[in-house]
């Protein structure tokens, strides 16, 4: 049985858990992706029920028992040291560069635009291997900015350029936008790899929620030419990837509404919003929706890492893609976070075999990785 730490260094050991994820997303627009993902019903309040952590308090700032979106921003600009502007640039080692809103599809749109965190001294002379982020937010929220924390730990390495993809949220379009702009992304990168010393065969992709599940598609659909769209002016390059890590992200998406209940198939829920209708009216769109559909045996190598308690995408759903994947002798690396719920995983052990299924993949390295069992870390008496 697990023992917990004196009272006095839990909450240490909780802050030093929690802060690096928050970190991460201080410069997003409010509210965070963070926030909106801890409210899980959408009522703008983050109450005890949603987040149960003995940090809970010190962000509770009037003690009201519920955490608003400017109480989030408070609490991180205290321990931050001052959070940047929503949407400015973010707080960036001194050994990290960044390159900011390029324009990846040939439009003036915003959210088709990408971000480069690049290392001032790289490791070496040859070109840097790449690992691109795409955000979650249920496709209608969420900010590319956000990333720039955890983008930024890979970069300053030396090992690798990242990059954070914006694309098309649901309130502008409907599906297969969000695929055709990661895509175009995706290209981008390769095309314009001399540039930024990039090295255009060693792309590889990483995802939370709905980005998990567009991290998951770039990775099956590689194949598929109606997928592609003809976004940006660089449609002569591949938008295949090395290899992706799905976090949390839906991969069948008439599986999940069978596990959870067909009257959670609400037609202004975020899947339908995709969709564009519930899945019990849009079954053929939700199987071309789904990562799962185009599983083919020259697809890149996965890792999925998901919670067992995740209340918004069940558990089963890497599990599915897993044992799909396996079906067709492709390697998955399936990290199952016992006790986790939709992220914000405090086990140092979840980001620690993320980078090594990357150093793996794109940097050749030989890490021992096989499908694992792990706590999600210390939790608070109840």
Request: hydrophobic share 40%.
């Amino acid at each position: 049985m697990n023992r917990l730490p004196p009272r006095g260094q839990l909450g240490t050991l909780l802050l030093a858990a929690v802060l690096p994820t928050l970190a991460g997303l201080a410069a997003a627009q409010p509210p965070s992706e963070r926030f909106r993902q801890l409210d899980r019903d959408g009522d703008g309040v983050v109450t005890r029920s949603e987040f149960q952590d003995a940090i809970f308090e010190k962000i509770d700032a009037d003690g009201d028992g519920r955490i608003t979106a400017e109480e989030e921003r408070q609490f991180l600009k205290k321990r931050l040291g001052g959070a940047a502007p929503a949407g400015g640039p973010p707080r960036l080692p001194d050994n990290v560069k960044a390159e900011l809103d390029l324009p990846y599809a040939g439009t003036d749109n915003p959210k088709q635009r990408l971000d480069l965190y690049l290392p001032r001294k790289p490791a070496s002379d040859k070109p840097l291997p790449v690992i691109a982020f795409i955000h979650g937010g249920g496709w209608k929220s969420g900010d590319k900015r956000g990333a720039g924390g955890l983008l930024a730990g890979f970069a300053q390495s030396g090992n690798y350029a990242t990059a954070s993809i914006g694309y098309r949220l649901t309130g502008e379009a409907g599906w297969p936008a969000q695929i055709h702009d990661c895509k175009a992304a995706i290209r981008w990168l390769r095309a314009n790899a001399a540039t930024y010393n990039l090295d255009p065969d060693r792309i590889g992709v990483m995802g939370t929620s709905a980005g998990g599940h567009l991290v998951a598609m770039l990775g099956t659909s590689g194949d598929v030419a109606e997928l592609e769209g003809s976004l940006g002016e660089h449609c002569d390059q591949s938008s295949r990837v090395k290899c992706v890590v799905d976090q949390f992200g839906p991969t069948d998406f008439a599986a999940i509404f069978t596990e959870i209940g067909w009257a959670r198939d609400r037609p202004d829920g975020a899947v339908a919003l995709l969709l564009g209708g519930p899945v019990s009216e849009r079954r053929d769109a939700a199987l071309a929706a789904s990562p799962i559909t185009y599983i083919s045996k020259d697809d890149p190598p996965f890792m999925c890492v998901h919670g067992t308690d995740d209340a918004l995408v069940p558990f089963s759903q890497s599990e599915l893609l897993d044992k799909a994947l396996a079906g067709v002798e492709v390697e998955c690396v399936l990290l199952k976070v016992d006790g986790g719920g939709h992220g914000g995983f405090r086990n140092p052990k979840v980001p620690d075999r993320i980078r090594k299924f990357f150093d793996n993949h794109l940097l050749g390295r030989d890490h021992a990785l096989a499908d694992e069992v792990v706590e999600d870390g210390v939790r608070p008496a109840r």
